[in-house]
């Protein structure tokens, strides 16, 4: 049973590039959960969703950033016109029900912005 | 929201027994996590807890104060491997029980 998947592991973008991170959660997980983690720092919670629901995106800075989990495919977590303050590792977890305490997490997609 | 604080960073040799506090306020305490992060790695489930008391898995074992806001997570015959980072995360009663995450404590164990 494959676990969450990331990709890309890394990704490099210029200032002002649009980064795309995609999230394939475990199989049977309908919930994914992204994250950043800036060094030194702990994870900080960014958006949860659903398929094609919204559900908490109270941690998703206001603008430039994006979130979806679309009916069929993977969650994009989606970053515009990106800035040196955005490098960072990103990462998706997922888990089976809302109510679920564990969750699965990716490997993480470390983004650099040059 | 929750304040949530552990110690930076934490040495100890091979072998030997360690253990990680962690510290939390919180308004609605609903589960306290524990997670192991080896460096440019994601981030692995060790333990739960919700109810007071200890929890033993193997060599890990985390406990539990509600009343004053407490954990541990104790790690016993330290092993070379168990360098990595141990990330605490508590959950709160309202919203959507997402766990907020303290910083992590670096462990380095010593041969």
């Known amino acids: 049973n494959a676990g969450v998947m990331q990709n890309p592991r890394h990704l490099v973008r210029r200032r002002g590039q649009e980064a795309r991170l995609r999230c394939s959660p475990m199989?049977?997980?309908?919930?994914v959960y992204w994250y950043r983690q800036l060094p030194e720092e702990g994870l900080k919670f960014m958006v949860y969703?659903?398929?094609?629901?919204?559900?908490?995106e109270s941690g998703m800075p206001k603008e430039r950033f994006s979130a979806e989990f679309p009916k069929e495919g993977p969650s994009i977590l989606r970053i515009q016109q990106v800035v040196r303050g955005d490098s960072a590792a990103y990462f998706c977890?997922?888990?089976?029900?809302?109510?679920?305490?564990?969750?699965?997490f990716g490997p993480g997609t470390r983004l650099t912005v040059t | 929201g929750q304040n949530i604080d552990q110690p930076t960073e934490m040495t100890a040799t091979e072998g030997a027994i360690v253990q990680i506090n962690c510290t939390y306020q919180?308004?609605?305490?609903?589960?306290l996590f524990w997670y192991q992060q080896h460096a440019g790695e994601a981030p692995t489930f060790l333990s739960y807890?919700?109810?007071?008391g200890l929890e033993e898995k193997g060599r890990f074992s985390s406990f539990l104060s509600r009343s004053k806001g407490y954990s541990y997570l104790l790690l016993k015959e330290l092993q070379m491997k168990d360098s990595a980072s141990y990330l605490c995360?508590?959950?709160?009663?309202?919203?959507?029980?997402?766990?907020?995450f303290g910083r992590g404590t670096s462990l380095i164990v010593h041969p």
């Open positions: 995360a508590v959950r709160d009663r309202g919203g959507s029980y997402i766990p907020t």
């Open positions: 807890n919700v109810l007071d």
């Open positions: 919180t308004s609605g305490f609903n589960g």
């Open positions: 199989k049977g997980h309908s919930h």
């Open positions: 977890a997922s888990s089976p029900t809302d109510a679920s305490y564990e969750q699965y």
């Open positions: 969703l659903q398929k094609e629901n919204i559900i908490d």
